[in-house]
């Protein structure tokens, strides 16, 4: 970004602007924040230490964090509303932690979403959608997976989710999801 600048160290760097001030990067963190393009990415520079939680690591940018699970090969980024939606329905604690950074959904050239993978969920958002929260059997089949038929995801005939996965009223143990077309 411009106006900040970085040192290099043998574990990391130290980012430094104006709005931030001084902040590490360091190890595993380090290495996949520089492969997403550090601070040109949507997620910015760091603005805190990266900090301990259950089962990992989390570092705060300026629009977004990384987080790494433990023993895990890489960290993943995860910004915007699907960050907001993730914070908000438990985090790592209830979905584990993100396997994918956050990536496009395109029909053809065209951007037409975003969706972030987690351990145990999978987070869509579209700009006709909010962020929605899709896991368990019905996150299996909506999007397809080795040995079970899918529903396309996104590109398919249900278009985006519309909600969070929920019980169905009056049926015990039944779930269910909305979509943008069923």
């Not at 899709?134 to 396309?152: M, T």
């Amino acid at each position: 970004r411009a106006g900040s600048r970085k040192s290099v160290f043998s574990k990391g760097c130290i980012y430094w602007s104006p709005q931030t001030g001084s902040v590490p990067v360091l190890e595993r963190i380090y290495l996949d924040f520089e492969l997403i393009g550090e601070g040109a990415h949507a997620i910015g520079l760091p603005v805190a230490e990266a900090e301990n939680i259950g089962g990992g690591k989390v570092q705060r940018f300026q629009n977004g964090k990384m987080f790494l699970r433990s023993g895990a090969a890489s960290a993943f980024e995860v910004h915007g509303a699907i960050l907001a939606k993730y914070e908000a329905a438990g985090g790592p604690a209830r979905f584990g932690f993100p396997t994918t950074h956050e990536s496009d959904v395109q029909r053809g050239a065209a951007t037409i979403g975003k969706l972030s993978e987690f351990e145990r969920c999978t987070i869509y958002w579209s700009p006709a959608t909010p962020a929605a929260i899709i896991y368990g059997a019905i996150r299996e089949r909506y999007r397809g997976s080795p040995g079970v038929p899918g529903e396309g995801g996104p590109l398919g005939d249900l278009g985006f989710p519309t909600s969070d996965e929920s019980d169905i009223p009056g049926a015990a143990g039944a779930r269910y999801n909305t979509f943008q077309n069923g």
